[in-house]
């Protein structure tokens, strides 16, 4: 039941994006003029038939669309090339002028691709009948998915797919759960890879070994490595990411029994990672288990304080318990507080990410940009490596922001770790596995029609 309680908690800031929110509030209006009932009744031949007010609707929600997606257009004209502010050190007079989309939204960050809005609308109306709804209004999911697909065809219209990168916990398994088997996403990660694009898993799950993985993707991997249907070079383009950016694991058929390699660290630091001293990472972690050690007592939590090598986090204690969900959200937001003001977190030496995990909290050391920008620049040294010891005139490929898709369930901008991906690559925001599974199909099916 939707309770009044829970209409006003998504409406707390850290809860929305600016974004989606904004869109949803252009589509309310067309929806109260055109969709709303009536007050005749529908056997009043007076009264506009369902058809012609559907009908109605979309046009103008069509029109909408394609109204936010030539701001969007104007937005990418003014943004710096890079996704990282460039400008920022500009003196003000020499400063692009913002776009009037940063004026209306103003947390709106980079673009790498335009976003086809209305087409992914009317793809998203045929199948959710979002103008045939006289009583619910486009609603935050329909504005989700419609984003959703708008990326998906982007990226494979305007670019190519050279990378897909995924979140673990709710995108490709449950929550705490295990990719099986019997799981639909293990045929289609496999079609991403025979199609010759590199995956990449990049979860926050810290495990420094590669079994603690394989109980993690055993499906996957099984699969991978029993498959006839893939090319050698096809299978060595899966990347297991852990940790946010901290273990990097490469898939390998001879590895068995778990067929993950460990990557050592000193092939895969970017150099800004390498300045990321030990000392400084034991500071910082130091201070977010001081932190949520305090949180523990003040809010009285149900919960057990877990140091790791690169993570510090609470779990519930004792088994089965439940932190409610407040706490923990408010125990992110004050250790997030906390850490910007530690003396670790001023120096900025170290990047860290805090984040609520559904029933836990984590802080890891590095986030998933860190972790999509590794497994971009691995493939890149892979394939130019390929490319020197073949015959073949192959091309050496770089994989841009613009050619990477990361998929992941977090993605408001407290307290949740896929969020930051958003500065290195492309996004879609699904809220469960078989959301992910719909993505694909729908990825397959464009690139599909692209190939013939
Ligand atoms: P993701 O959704 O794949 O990013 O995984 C997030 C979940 O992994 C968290 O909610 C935790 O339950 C679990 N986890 C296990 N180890 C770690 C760690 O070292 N850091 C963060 N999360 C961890
Ligand atoms: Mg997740």
């Known amino acids: 039941m939707t309770t009044r309680y829970r209409v006003e908690y998504a409406l707390k800031t850290h809860r929305r994006d600016q974004l989606i929110e904004w869109i949803k509030g252009l589509l309310a209006v067309p929806f109260v003029l055109h969709s709303q009932p009536h007050g005749i009744f529908q056997s009043d031949t007076r009264a506009p038939s369902l058809e012609h007010m559907a009908e109605e609707a979309a046009r103008r929600y069509a029109e909408i669309m394609r109204d936010v997606e030539v701001m969007i ?37 980079p673009f790498f691709t335009r976003l086809p809005l209305e087409a992914a609308f009317k793809y998203q109306d045929r199948k959710r009948y979002i103008s045939s709804r006289r009583f619910v209004s486009p609603s935050f999911n329909d504005v989700r998915l419609i984003l959703n697909s708008a990326q998906i065809m982007a990226v494979t219209t305007y ?31 496999l079609d991403l890879l025979r199609k010759g694009v590199r995956v990449g898993i990049v979860t926050a799950a810290g495990y420094t070994t590669a079994d603690r993985y394989y109980v993690r993707l055993h499906g996957l991997l099984d699969a991978l490595a029993i498959t006839t249907e893939l090319t050698p070079s096809q299978k060595s383009n ?3 990411m852990g940790g946010e950016a901290n273990y990097l694991f490469a898939f390998d058929p001879a590895a068995a029994p778990h067929y993950l390699r460990a990557v050592p660290r000193a092939e895969w630091l970017t150099p800004e990672m390498t300045a990321w001293s030990e000392a400084d990472i034991a500071a910082l972690l130091d201070d977010a288990e001081a932190a949520l050690r305090e949180c523990v007592k003040g809010l009285n939590l149900p919960a057990t304080v877990m140091r790791k090598d690169r993570a510090v986090g609470i779990i519930p204690e004792p088994e089965g318990a439940k932190i ?10 004050v250790v997030q507080r ?18 609520n995990g559904g029933r836990d909290v984590f802080v890891d050391i590095g986030d998933k940009s860190w972790g999509v920008t590794v497994c971009q620049k691995y493939f890149e040294k892979q394939a130019a490596a390929s490319v020197s010891s073949s015959s073949t005139t192959q091309q050496p490929v770089t994989i841009r922001p613009e050619n990477t898709l990361h998929v992941g369930d977090q993605f408001l901008s407290a307290g949740a770790n896929d969020f930051r991906a958003r500065s290195v690559g492309t996004t879609a925001w699904i809220a469960s596995p078989s959301e992910t599974v719909e993505l694909l199909d729908e990825l397959a099916d464009l690139m599909g029609k692209k190939l013939s």
Do not use: W
């Not at 003014?78 to 209306?104: E, T």
């Not at 906390?338 to 984040?355: D, I, Q, T």
């Open 159 to 189: 670019s190519s797919l050279h990378l897909a990168t995924f979140d673990g916990d709710v995108t490709l398994y449950d929550d705490g759960q295990s990719l099986e088997p019997d799981s639909p996403l293990v045929p289609r990660l």
């Open 324 to 333: 409610p969900r407040e706490s923990l959200e408010e125990t992110v937001l």
């Open 338 to 355: 906390l850490l910007e003001n530690s003396l670790a977190g001023r120096r900025k030496a170290v990047p860290f990410c805090a984040f």
């Open 73 to 109: 257009d104007d937005h990418m004209a003014l943004q710096p090339l890079s996704g990282v502010d460039a400008s920022s050190n500009l003196p003000a007079i020499n400063k692009p002028p913002p776009s009037k989309l940063k004026l209306l939204v103003p947390s709106i960050g």
């Open 238 to 240: 899966l990347l297991v």
